[in-house]
């Protein structure tokens, strides 16, 4: 439950959201791309009204990427082939072009051996790597990430991580759900903290992480610090 | 290779046998063979026609089923209530003889055809809405988030993997229905058991027939079921269970082989 919430994300910027669960962090990611419908306010990204009424929603949903907890690899395809379908389907590629776009994207997450592989076939990180992928194949302007390591044990989560970080650092534009604070010290430029589905609190990680003014804040933080 | 063991030694053939292999009965099964052969050509004509309309028609339903439309989702789910509150063979009579009232009168086969489709399409179409609900939501988001068209998700994504997890039970209402198109014997669609009911009433040997098409009934839902549980298997790999399957079938290969050995 959003209860009024206010935010702007420049380009390039890594801005991370936290709170605990319940808090409508995930709710606001979901808003952006349109998963879940905001019964009033608006969403702009780069300049378009998504809760116009005369927007298509599925021409929305090309700009932004999603990863989420669950990975959602489609099970029937094969790695290469979950990341050639909507560039093929969407953007009207051919299966070549396509395919050479997706060895491009598998080779930057450490993956361009596993094009092959069913899904089931890989760990959970590579999944997680697979899916983050699939989202960058249609060019994105903005990625979404829901609480993508969630599901990973801690050798994994760094191997995700690092794709993000390297992701970060090239400039991409990112809103992160997640409760790996390292990361966000390291990799983001600002931290949003939401409770009860409002923003308490934002700013820079270095400060908000150390200083946290508000009282829900401090509790929440020496909860997962 | 069991399952089908276990039937001949539970068949009760010191009994059957006598009768069956009595010269008369040989000679009665050989004389009405062109017949009964072509009678079940007519049966898998029935069958697989009534098979293909209603997978279709069961997509169909199924989509109204779990469309948002309340409109399409209270006529599906009347139409599914209908057909699985009443008999099948009331459902032959009402689409035969029932709309020869209106003016609408088919030709026995077409009947019989028409009547078995709709029939099947309605359990088809709870078939597949199973299937269709026993896919986690989080691959239709996953779909949309990357921009595809609702449709194009359902079509790529949530139906291919539904189909494949429904092709067990798929399989079932088929063998159900390739044995009720015996049914449309009532409107005088000239199948297998019209024609062995006919014989065997003008040569009184009811057992000897009956028991014969029993056989070859058995024989069309066997080599069915047989086709359905290859194409469970060719239809990829691609979930842990089929993989475990694999691996557990290996693995007892393996001991079987080992087995024998000592």
């Given at each position: 439950m959003l209860k009024g919430v206010s935010v702007s994300v420049a380009k390039g910027e890594v801005v991370v959201l936290i709170g605990a669960s319940g808090s409508g962090k995930s709710t606001l990611l979901r808003c952006v791309n349109l998963l879940e419908e905001p019964d009033s306010g608006q969403i702009f990204i780069d300049g378009v009204e998504v809760t116009s009424k005369d927007v298509v929603k599925h021409r929305v949903r090309r700009d932004t990427g999603m990863v989420f907890q669950q990975f959602n690899?489609?099970?029937?395809?094969?790695a290469i082939d979950n990341i050639t379908l909507a560039p093929m389907r969407v953007k009207g590629m051919t299966r070549k072009e396509a395919e050479a776009l997706a060895m491009e994207l598998l080779d930057k997450v450490g993956l361009a051996d596993k094009a092959r592989s069913w899904p089931h076939q890989l760990s959970g990180g590579q999944q997680q790597r697979v899916a983050i992928a699939r989202a960058l194949a249609m060019r994105p302007k903005v990625m979404l990430f829901d609480e993508v390591t969630s599901a990973l044990d801690p050798g994994m989560t760094s191997e995700v991580l690092n794709v993000m970080k390297e992701l970060a650092a090239e400039g991409m534009t990112m809103i992160v759900v997640t409760h790996e604070m390292a990361f966000a010290r390291e990799a983001g430029d600002r931290i949003i903290f939401m409770h009860d589905g409002i923003i308490v609190e934002e700013g820079v990680p270095g400060e908000i992480l150390k200083h946290p003014r508000h009282p829900a804040t401090r509790e929440f933080l020496s909860n997962v610090l | 290779m069991t399952p089908l063991l276990l039937l001949f030694k539970l068949f009760p053939v010191r009994i059957v046998l006598p009768f069956l292999t009595a010269q008369s009965s040989i000679n009665l099964i050989i004389n009405s063979m062109p017949k009964l052969l072509e009678g079940a050509k007519l049966s898998l004509l029935v069958s697989a026609s009534s098979v293909t309309a209603g997978i279709c028609l069961g997509i169909i339903i199924a989509c109204a089923r779990l469309s948002k439309v309340k409109l399409f989702k209270s006529i599906a789910g009347a139409y599914v209530a209908f057909v699985r509150g009443t008999p099948m063979i009331v459902q032959i009579m009402i689409v035969h003889y029932g709309l020869t009232e209106f003016g609408l009168t088919l030709p026995a086969l077409a009947s019989g055809i028409v009547a078995l489709s709709l029939n099947s399409g309605a359990y088809m179409g709870e078939v597949f809405r199973g299937g269709i609900q026993s896919i986690d939501i989080g691959q239709t988001q996953a779909g949309l988030s990357l921009g595809l068209t609702p449709f194009q998700v359902f079509r790529h994504i949530v139906f291919p993997q539904a189909f494949r997890r429904v092709i067990p039970s798929m399989g079932n209402e088929m063998v159900t229905l390739t044995k009720d198109s015996s049914l449309v014997s009532y409107i005088g669609v000239a199948e297998l058991t019209y024609r062995a009911t006919l014989i065997a009433s003008r040569t009184y040997e009811y057992f000897t027939m009956y028991i014969g098409i029993a056989i070859v009934y058995f024989a069309i839902t066997y080599i069915l079921s047989l086709l359905l549980a290859r194409l469970e298997r060719r239809l990829g790999p691609y979930d842990q269970d089929s993989e475990s399957e694999k691996v557990f079938r290996r693995q007892s290969g393996a001991e079987r082989r080992v087995g024998v050995g000592g």
């Amino acid at each position: 439950m959003l209860k009024g919430v206010s935010v702007s994300v420049a380009k390039g910027e890594v801005v991370v959201l936290i709170g605990a669960s319940g808090s409508g962090k995930s709710t606001l990611l979901r808003c952006v791309n349109l998963l879940e419908e905001p019964d009033s306010g608006q969403i702009f990204i780069d300049g378009v009204e998504v809760t116009s009424k005369d927007v298509v929603k599925h021409r929305v949903r090309r700009d932004t990427g999603m990863v989420f907890q669950q990975f959602n690899l489609f099970p029937h395809m094969r790695a290469i082939d979950n990341i050639t379908l909507a560039p093929m389907r969407v953007k009207g590629m051919t299966r070549k072009e396509a395919e050479a776009l997706a060895m491009e994207l598998l080779d930057k997450v450490g993956l361009a051996d596993k094009a092959r592989s069913w899904p089931h076939q890989l760990s959970g990180g590579q999944q997680q790597r697979v899916a983050i992928a699939r989202a960058l194949a249609m060019r994105p302007k903005v990625m979404l990430f829901d609480e993508v390591t969630s599901a990973l044990d801690p050798g994994m989560t760094s191997e995700v991580l690092n794709v993000m970080k390297e992701l970060a650092a090239e400039g991409m534009t990112m809103i992160v759900v997640t409760h790996e604070m390292a990361f966000a010290r390291e990799a983001g430029d600002r931290i949003i903290f939401m409770h009860d589905g409002i923003i308490v609190e934002e700013g820079v990680p270095g400060e908000i992480l150390k200083h946290p003014r508000h009282p829900a804040t401090r509790e929440f933080l020496s909860n997962v610090l | 290779m069991t399952p089908l063991l276990l039937l001949f030694k539970l068949f009760p053939v010191r009994i059957v046998l006598p009768f069956l292999t009595a010269q008369s009965s040989i000679n009665l099964i050989i004389n009405s063979m062109p017949k009964l052969l072509e009678g079940a050509k007519l049966s898998l004509l029935v069958s697989a026609s009534s098979v293909t309309a209603g997978i279709c028609l069961g997509i169909i339903i199924a989509c109204a089923r779990l469309s948002k439309v309340k409109l399409f989702k209270s006529i599906a789910g009347a139409y599914v209530a209908f057909v699985r509150g009443t008999p099948m063979i009331v459902q032959i009579m009402i689409v035969h003889y029932g709309l020869t009232e209106f003016g609408l009168t088919l030709p026995a086969l077409a009947s019989g055809i028409v009547a078995l489709s709709l029939n099947s399409g309605a359990y088809m179409g709870e078939v597949f809405r199973g299937g269709i609900q026993s896919i986690d939501i989080g691959q239709t988001q996953a779909g949309l988030s990357l921009g595809l068209t609702p449709f194009q998700v359902f079509r790529h994504i949530v139906f291919p993997q539904a189909f494949r997890r429904v092709i067990p039970s798929m399989g079932n209402e088929m063998v159900t229905l390739t044995k009720d198109s015996s049914l449309v014997s009532y409107i005088g669609v000239a199948e297998l058991t019209y024609r062995a009911t006919l014989i065997a009433s003008r040569t009184y040997e009811y057992f000897t027939m009956y028991i014969g098409i029993a056989i070859v009934y058995f024989a069309i839902t066997y080599i069915l079921s047989l086709l359905l549980a290859r194409l469970e298997r060719r239809l990829g790999p691609y979930d842990q269970d089929s993989e475990s399957e694999k691996v557990f079938r290996r693995q007892s290969g393996a001991e079987r082989r080992v087995g024998v050995g000592g």
